[in-house]
């Protein structure tokens, strides 16, 4: 009777377990890795040369230690009828235990330093690239060529929120990826404009924190040109896992060409921005179409898909995250005189996560999402700015 | 002394009763058993939101909660369960177990045993009152990092209060237990004859007074930024973000010791009962909790190397962050030592001591891994920690104190637990575990950041995997409770005085249960 009670219950639990089985989404993207990525610069075949090796001497002493202990569990149990030995001391043995792990210990760090003393040397770069962490998108800014540009996530919102199947690169893609050269030592500058974020890609073997008031310093050589991707590793608040690292590595001669193909849009951009002293000019995608007057339907449809810009701070409705982040439905500047509305949009608000949007958008986006702000999200004012206005104000 | 003259004694205290005997105690049996029950309900309030977050990331996307209240729970859970849940049980265990292990009748300063509990329901009240505050509750993990940090609304300057209260209770009990070694033990109780629970906390509570008043500091300094125009951590106003870490981690090292050197002294309690062997390497064991101790105080840099330190300072904090496997080491090899050669059985006591030495060694390497500056680059804010720290804090502390829990139940109520149920809560516990925390080491090494919501496909495999483990380690909880309301209620076998066959030391001593004041004469130690 309780025999055939066990069987039903094996095969209930058999079924339990196939039910769980059937569970899992085997995605076509799955990886399964159990070790670090495969590595993709001197630096990072370092650190996992170091980590194997660690991870090496780590097991072996776990098994010797726990090959002790069970074997103490198996062989010196009551049940056997052994007889404990009242022993508490062996001053010979304890020595040992001491010495010998503080050996190893040295063993270990030897490399480690040396890898290290390796990965600190930033001198004689061929390229510096300086990166500044936003609430939550990257900055990149080529020092020696005098471009610079933003980089956002890409993943449609439609994805995150489950409406639509989520592609390849979920989460790990971006509008503008930073852009480097295969085979040379690139020596990156490391800053924050709020909080600290920290860059990273595996493959490259870096990680490094982006705090404000800071410059770190890091370096690569990538071997293999490519797309590497990795992702914001310091907790930055609410979109943290929404701020992605992609890296296009091109053949040298390729990149070389990519930067004499942005030098054209850097030299019409920096002429329309007369007013602007910053020395970190930006790349504007639309300054060399000539201005024209554009219609309440253009800017609000144009204006909706820069909002896709804003809703991570004040939400797609408008909402915000009070009191962190501000509503715009119904708030004093969407509401107020139009002239507060474009200051603050332009040159962003001191002290806060408001960035000046001027250095990053358009002269179209910027009227464009200021109509959208001031005629959608619950919002009704029924004025309109045009880029030619903001163009002015520059 | 027979249990029937205690009894009469204590009829001429006029104890009150109902509610009024909680709030009015001074009996350290009374304010143990609260603080046990108040770590019990914080581990499943800690728990609950562990499971809402293992929800959250059982498949790619957002479905359960969105990120703002994602990065509360993960915050709130390490707060709940780090200041909720190990330390109070800790402090639980040294309440009952101090004066009847030194032979004192109570601790050395009653009054303030009673205040430093009852401060603590009203500091996680605020705590968890922040999650409905405007703005939500803390989001800036339980390091509270600025920048980050001064963002955020009210619920943030709520959580700074509760620490300042949980910091006071905690120094408060830190001192209680220091006074009560230093002056109460009984004739013959050398420092040296103590049992090793009681030096643990002995070390433990040092670290306390010496770690807590830090993080007071610390959020001190972070609400002045936030409200009174300080810039201690503002680069603009001439302050340095990085400070706030150095602080944070001066108290967070020696933290991480404050919870585990007493699940150390637990384990070196349990294993010789159960080896039927004396502790193997008794001086040792005393020496290694120190040398830990003193260690934690030089170690604290570990914790942020990738802010760009320079390198000397990177290279002293590997070497002195190594050197802490060494007295660790020391402790592992007593432990199988005292198994070695005994006559070993393996009731729930023992099956949970045997399973926080291998899985907490687990935690121990990957932290000597993680020491190491060039690899550390590679897992710092990973899954990888993720999986190290739970090693460590689970299935070191937490595990451990339900080993104790299960040894000296049958002495605190008199009845014995149900040994049947007890294995099996053990063995669900142990699976589920490793089934939550291995996979994330994968995850780590493959990319994944902590904190995230949201994940890219190619780590959904190991996330369901560990969200599976999760729910399973939650309900096997229940089992838990419902064991131990079950020898309470008295519905078991009754326990004897010795309860196990190889149980050494005073407390095994008195009645199970022991009257209500135990040693009012004190015994003599040979």
């Not at chain 1, 001053?91 to 792990?101: A, G, Y």
Request: negative net charge; charged residues 15%; proline residues 6%.
């Amino acid at each position: 009777m309780s025999r055939l009670f066990c069987r039903c219950r094996a095969r209930n639990l058999l079924r339990i377990l196939a039910a769980t089985v059937a569970l899992f989404p085997l995605s076509a993207y799955s990886e399964w890795g159990l070790n670090l990525p495969p590595p993709s610069s001197p630096v990072a075949a370092r650190i996992l040369d170091l980590h194997n090796a660690i991870m090496i001497v780590c097991l072996v002493i776990f098994v010797v230690v726990f090959g002790v202990m069970f074997y103490s569990l198996y062989a010196h149990r009551k049940s056997r009828g052994h007889q404990a030995h009242q022993f508490s001391h062996n001053s010979k043995l304890e020595v040992v235990w001491t010495v010998i792990p503080f050996l190893i210990l040295v063993g270990m760090a030897i490399p480690s330093t040396a890898t290290l003393l390796y990965m600190e040397d930033t001198t004689q770069s061929d390229l510096t690239v300086k990166i500044t962490g936003y609430q939550w998108k990257w900055h990149y800014e080529y020092l020696d060529h005098d471009i610079g540009y933003f980089s956002n996530l890409s993943t449609p919102r439609a994805q995150i929120e489950n409406r639509e199947p989520k592609g390849e690169h979920y989460l790990l893609e971006v509008d503008n990826a930073v852009v480097l050269p295969a085979n040379r030592k690139i020596r990156f500058l490391l800053t924050s404009n709020d909080v600290i974020h920290a860059w990273w890609i595996p493959k490259f073997g870096v990680k490094k924190d982006a705090i404000p008031g800071y410059i770190n310093e890091f370096w690569t050589n990538v071997d293999t040109p490519g797309t590497y991707r990795g992702q914001c590793a310091e907790l930055c608040g609410k979109d943290h896992g929404f701020m992605p690292i992609v890296a296009d590595v091109l053949a040298p001669e390729e990149f070389d060409a990519w930067v004499e193909a942005q030098k054209p849009k850097q030299v019409a951009s920096t002429a329309t921005e007369t007013q602007q002293s910053e020395s970190d000019s930006e790349q504007v995608a639309a300054a060399v179409e000539p201005a024209r007057e554009w219609t309440m339907d253009e800017l609000m449809e144009h204006g909706k898909t820069v909002y896709f810009q804003c809703i991570a701070c004040h939400g797609p409705e408008g909402q915000g995250v009070p009191p962190t982040f501000p509503p715009l439905t119904g708030s004093e500047i969407t509401t107020g005189p139009i002239e507060d509305h474009i200051e603050i949009v332009m040159n962003g608000r001191p002290n806060t996560t408001m960035l000046p949007f001027k250095l990053q958008l358009s002269d179209e986006d910027i009227a464009a999402v200021i109509t959208y702000e001031r005629n959608s999200l619950g919002n009704s004012l029924g004025d309109m700015v045009q880029p030619s206005e903001i163009a002015a104000l520059r | 002394m027979s249990a029937a003259h205690t009894e009469a004694h204590d009829h001429h205290h006029h104890r009150p009763s109902g509610i009024m005997r909680w709030l009015t105690t001074t009996n350290h049996k009374d304010i143990g058993t609260m603080y046990l029950i108040f770590s019990l309900t914080m581990f499943f309030v800690g728990g609950v939101m562990a499971l809402a977050i293992r929800a959250e990331l059982f498949q790619p996307g957002l479905q359960v909660v969105n990120p703002e209240l994602f990065n509360s729970l993960t915050t709130m859970h390490a707060l709940i369960m780090i200041f909720g849940a190990i330390m109070p049980g800790f402090v639980g265990f040294a309440n009952w177990l101090i004066p009847m292990m030194i032979g004192a009748p109570d601790m050395a300063l009653p009054r303030m045993n009673n205040w430093s509990f009852w401060i603590l329901p009203f500091a996680f009240a605020m705590l968890l009152g922040s999650l409905f505050t405007v703005g939500g509750g803390p989001a800036s993990g339980w390091t509270l990092y600025a920048p980050l940090s001064v963002q955020g609304g009210v619920g943030v300057d709520m959580t700074i209060l509760s620490i300042h209260m949980m910091g006071i209770s905690s120094v408060l009990g830190a001192i209680n237990i220091i006074v009560t070694i230093m002056n109460m033990r009984a004739p013959g109780m050398d420092l040296m004859k103590m049992p090793l629970f009681v030096w643990t906390w002995l070390i433990t509570a040092f670290l306390l007074i010496a770690a807590m008043p830090v993080l007071a500091g610390a959020v001190t300094m972070l609400l002045t930024d936030r409200h009174f125009g300080t810039a201690f951590f503002d680069p603009a106003g001439g302050g340095d973000p990085v400070l706030f870490q150095h602080i944070f981690w001066f108290f967070g090292h020696p933290e991480v010791y404050i919870l585990i050197l007493p699940a150390f002294g637990i384990v070196s309690q349990i294993v010789p009962t159960f080896s039927r062997k004396p502790l193997f390497g008794y001086d040792s064991m005393v020496f290694a909790t120190a040398g830990i101790a003193f260690l934690s105080f030089i170690v604290w840099a570990h914790h942020m190397f990738t802010v760009g330190m320079p390198l000397a300072g990177e290279l002293f904090f590997m070497y002195a962050t190594m050197l802490i496997a060494v007295p660790t080491g020391v402790k592992v090899f007593n432990w199988v030592a005292t198994m070695w050669r005994g006559s070993i059985t393996f009731e729930t006591p023992m099956l949970f001591a045997l399973a926080v030495v291998f899985l907490f060694t687990i935690g121990g390497l990957s932290g000597l891994m993680l020491a190491i500056v060039p690899a550390d680059f590679q897992y710092h804010d990973t899954y990888f920690v993720v999986a190290h720290f739970h090693y460590v804090l689970f299935a070191g502390s937490i595990m451990s104190m339900m080993g104790a829990a299960y040894y000296w139940l049958p002495k605190w109520t008199g009845r014995m637990y149900s040994e049947r149920l007890g294995k099996t809560h053990f063995w669900l516990t142990t699976i589920f575990f490793n089934l939550t925390f291995f996979p994330q080491h994968f995850l780590g090494l493959a990319g994944m950041p902590r904190r995230i919501p949201d994940y890219a496909l190619e780590f959904t495999e190991f996330n369901v995997i560990s969200s599976i483990g999760a729910f399973g380690l939650g309900l096997a909880q229940i089992l838990f409770v419902y064991i131990v309301v079950q020898a309470v209620r008295g519905k078991n076998e009754k326990a004897t005085a010795q309860v196990w066959e190889g149980a050494d030391g005073l407390e095994w001593t008195v009645d199970s249960p022991p009257p209500y004041h135990t040693f009012e004469t004190p015994p003599t130690v040979k």
